[in-house]
Nanobody, 111 residues
Framework: QVQLVESGGGLVQPGGSLRLSCVAS????????VTWHRQTPGKQRELVAG???????SYAESVKGRFTISRDNPKNTVYLQMNNLKPEDTAVYFC?????WGQGTQVTVSS
């Protein structure tokens, strides 16, 4: 069973950047698809980005060109680099492997 811990969230001004980390333990995730999702109160969880074991990536239209997902297999970690952040990016961000979720990290974009 894999445990996932997200970190790197915080308060940032519009146009700013954050890098989220998703550290896995209990299992090697290097051969797994890993996805980042986000959720705001009252809304369904939204898929933001994904990365395959081979490094292929995909993004929601709302974040294309601003967010970059990457992975460091020796560290069993997946990152989400978020640039040019907008107030509408405010949400709790979660990473997911198979049916396992982390606890989430809050991202707030506000002036």
């Amino acid at each position: 069973q894999v445990q996932l811990v997200e970190s790197g969230g915080g308060l940032v001004q519009p146009g700013g950047s954050l890098r989220l980390s998703c550290v896995a333990s209990g299992d090697d995730i290097s051969m797994n698809v890993v996805t980042w999702h986000r959720q705001t109160p009252g809304k369904q969880r939204e898929l933001v980005a994904g990365i395959t074991y081979g490094g292929s990536t995909s993004y929601a239209e709302s974040v294309k060109g601003r967010f970059t997902i990457s992975r460091d297999n020796p560290k069993n970690t997946v990152y989400l680099q978020m640039n040019n952040l907008k107030p509408e990016d405010t949400a709790v961000y979660f990473c997911k492997v198979h049916d396992f979720w982390g606890q989430g990290t809050q991202v707030t974009v506000s002036s």
